[in-house]
């Protein structure tokens, strides 16, 4: 009798040990346990912790609250300015409700990464290129905003959804390549002419001062002869006036003239007496013009007094 008692107690204990781990479950502190008692929901969701079930009767579901990060594969579209592009982003979502992620959607991870493709070949076909290059955070704001709405249903919250790379075809990449190039080419012609600008004003000041004060472009000139002999070169090449040149030009011409002229009328002369047969004597040949005045040499910095004086010189020509 004891021993069938012994074994009738060993038997309930080894049923209850069995009962007890068919029941226990333990949920983690980042999860959460939806229970369905014969394929209905039962309230409330299971916190963290231990927990026990009805074996047999009741199905466990453990959902993971945790953020989930879930990588977009590229989708290849056409944006507004008609040009083909690659794109690919990445979405933060998270399980904000866990009876609604089993009961709402079959997969809730595989319904996200669908509306996530979906909904960035909508941004791509809405928005232009350049939008998609330099104006990304208006773009992730609209692309969260697409999947938040139906996402709220399954009981799941997308966090934030980032676009991560814009591939671009090798002919535009080629040509965007030649418009930042033409614009900075655009900018650097436009700094110069404004210092070309600039650097013209300030020289036309310089020369309204020079004409103030005659000195001072004498004074020029020599600073120019400095800079020039500081170069150590060969050759160096001074300036000399153009009016003094074409006098003296013009001198040697009508000095010219003159003689031919005179030689003229002696020949005139000489025909006219043989004609008259008169056997005088021949006139006095004219006396030829005075020669030009030569330039005097410049000795140790000074002119020789032989030059005519400065008043007696006929008036410059106009240049140009």
């Known amino acids: 009798m004891v021993g069938e008692l012994v074994a009738a107690g060993v038997a309930l204990a080894s049923a209850g040990t069995v009962y007890v781990m068919a029941a226990a479950r333990v949920v983690k502190q980042y999860e959460r346990g939806v229970v369905l008692r014969l394929g209905r929901l039962t309230s409330p969701v299971r916190g963290p912790g231990f927990t026990m079930i009805i074996p047999a009767v009741d199905r466990m579901r453990k959902v993971n609250m945790q953020i989930v990060t879930m990588p ?7 944006t507004r300015d008609n040009v083909t592009v690659r794109v690919d982003a990445v979405v933060y979502f998270k399980v904000v409700d866990a009876a609604d992620a089993i009961v709402e959607v079959e997969d809730y991870r595989f319904a996200v990464s669908q509306m996530a493709q979906t909904s960035l070949r909508s941004i791509i076909g809405k928005s232009e290129l350049d939008d998609l290059l330099s104006n990304r955070e208006k773009l992730n704001q609209g692309l969260e905003l697409m999947m938040d709405s139906p996402a709220i249903g399954w009981g799941v919250s997308v966090d934030r959804v980032e676009i991560k790379d814009v591939s671009l075809p090798e002919t535009m ?12 080419d ?9 210092a070309e600008l600039q650097a013209s004003r300030k020289l036309a000041e310089a020369a309204a001062a020079m004409s103030d004060q005659p000195a001072a472009l004498q004074l020029r000139l020599l600073q120019t002869v400095v800079a020039v002999a500081a170069e150590k070169n060969s050759t160096l090449v001074l300036p000399f006036p153009v009016e003094l040149l074409r006098f003296l030009e013009r001198s040697g011409l009508q000095a010219e003239a003159q003689t031919v002229q005179v030689e003229a009328e002696t020949q005139r ?5 043989a004609a008259s047969g008169d ?10 013009p005075a020669a030009a005045p030569t330039p005097a040499p410049v ?10 004086a400065l008043e007696d010189l006929p008036e410059a020509e106009r240049l140009g």
């Open 72 to 78: 977009v594969p590229a989708q290849e579209g056409i």
């Open 173 to 184: 990449k080629r040509s965007m390549a030649r418009q930042a190039e033409a614009t900075r």
């Open 186 to 194: 655009r900018r650097a012609r436009v700094i110069n002419a404004d």
């Open 269 to 273: 002369a000489r025909a006219q007496r």
């Open 279 to 288: 056997a005088g004597p021949p006139p006095a040949p004219a006396q030829p």
């Open 299 to 308: 000795e140790n910095g000074h002119v020789s007094d032989v030059l005519p």
